[in-house]
C-alpha cells in the first residue's frame, strides 16, 4: 500500500497553547474501543468520561464545551501527566483525514485547524503530491478508481496552471461554475445546521451590498482548490461533477465572505481565518455539504 500526501503535510505541528481555535474546544470527542480499555484503568480519566445511549464513549466537555484535560494554558493535561502514546485515536489523528483506495490511501491535513489553514492559505509554492511510504504490497486499483485518480490529478494541474488568471482555470475545469452575489452566498449557507454564532457574525457580513469576488489572490484560491479536490474527489464520491463544483464553489464561498467580513483587501491570516470556519462549520457536516450541492443543482 502506497501513502500520498500533499507536500506542506510534514511541515504541520500543533501549535498547542498558541492556538486560538483549539480543537479541544466546542468538539465531542468521541472515544475509540482501545484507548476506552486503557482509560478504564486510570481514575482521573474514567471519570470524565460519558457514555451515550448508543454506547458511544467521549469526554465530559466542561464550560464552553471544553475539553476536561485542557489546562488554563491551553495545553493538554493527558499529555503532560502521560505522555503522548496516552491519547485517543481522533486526538493523535486529528486535524488529519484519509482517502482510501485499492492501491493507495491518501491522508492530508484539515483545513478546520488553524495551523493548517495558516499553512495552506500562506503556501507560495506549487502544492506537489509526494509518496511518504510504500510497503510494496501492490493490489489493483478498479477501474472507477483508475479514472478517478487520473481525473483528479489533470483537474489539479489544470487548477495550478499559472500561466493564466485563477478565474479562467475555473472556467476551463468547470464552464458550468455561476459567479455567485454576496447574497446567494448567504441564501445558500445561512440555513445550514451552525456550530459557532462567530460564523452566524461572518455569514451576516454578506447581505452588505459589495462585490464577491476578491481580486489578485491567485495563488490563495489555487491552494485552497487544490486543497478541496484533494480531499472531496475521493473513492467514495464517485459522482465528480458534484465533488468538482463543490470544491471550485467553496473557494468562492471563502473569498467572498473574507472580503464581505474583512473588507477589500484582506490579510492571508484573515483568509485562511474564514477558511478555517468554513471548514469546520460546512466540510465537517455530511449533511451540510449534501445541502449545499443540492442547492447550487449541478449540471
Ligand atoms: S486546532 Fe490545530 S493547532 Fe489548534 S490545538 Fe488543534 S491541532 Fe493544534
Known amino acids: 500500500m502506497k501513502i500520498y500526501a500533499p507536500d506542506y503535510y510534514s511541515r504541520f505541528s500543533c501549535i498547542a497553547d498558541k492556538c486560538k481555535h483549539s480543537c479541544c474546544v466546542g468538539w465531542e470527542i468521541d472515544i475509540d474501543d482501545l ?91 506549487k502544492v506537489k503530491m509526494v509518496l511518504l511510504s510504500d510497503d510494496g504490497c501492490e493490489d489493483i486499483p478498479d477501474d472507477c478508481e483508475t479514472d478517478l485518480i487520473e481525473a483528479k490529478r489533470l483537474i489539479t494541474e489544470a487548477m495550478q496552471n499559472r500561466e493564466i488568471p485563477y478565474s479562467d482555470r475555473e472556467k476551463a475545469v468547470l464552464p458550468s461554475l455561476k459567479a455567485y452575489s454576496r447574497k446567494e452566498i448567504y441564501d445558500i449557507l445561512y440555513p445550514l445546521e451552525r456550530l459557532s454564532t462567530e460564523w452566524d457574525d461572518m455569514l451576516s457580513a454578506l447581505l452588505t451590498e459589495g462585490e464577491a469576488d476578491i481580486h489578485d489572490y491567485d495563488v490563495v484560491k489555487e491552494q485552497l482548490a487544490v486543497y478541496f479536490i484533494f480531499r472531496h474527489l475521493n473513492s467514495e464520491c464517485y459522482d465528480l461533477d458534484e465533488a468538482v463544483y463543490f470544491s471550485l464553489f467553496s473557494v468562492r464561498a471563502i473569498m467572498c465572505i473574507a472580503r464581505a467580513y474583512y473588507g477589500e483587501n484582506p490579510t492571508i491570516s484573515e483568509i485562511s481565518d474564514i477558511a478555517r470556519m468554513y471548514s469546520a462549520e460546512i466540510e465537517y457536516s455530511d449533511c451540510n455539504i449534501e445541502e449545499i450541492i443540492e442547492k447550487i443543482s449541478v449540471g
Open 35 to 125: 484507548s476506552m480499555e486503557r482509560y478504564r484503568s486510570i481514575k482521573d480519566i474514567y471519570d470524565n468520561i460519558v457514555t451515550d445511549e448508543n454506547g458511544v464513549h467521549s469526554f465530559k466537555l466542561c464550560e464552553g464545551e471544553r475539553c476536561p484535560f485542557l489546562d488554563e494554558k491551553g495545553l493538554c493535561r493527558l499529555i503532560l501527566s502521560y505522555g503522548e502514546d496516552i491519547l485517543c485515536d481522533i486526538c493523535a489523528d486529528h486535524p488529519r483525514y484519509r482517502n482510501f483506495y485499492s492501491d493507495r490511501t491518501e491522508i492530508g491535513l484539515g483545513l478546520c485547524c488553524e495551523a493548517v489553514a495558516e499553512l495552506i492559505a500562506g503556501n507560495e509554492q
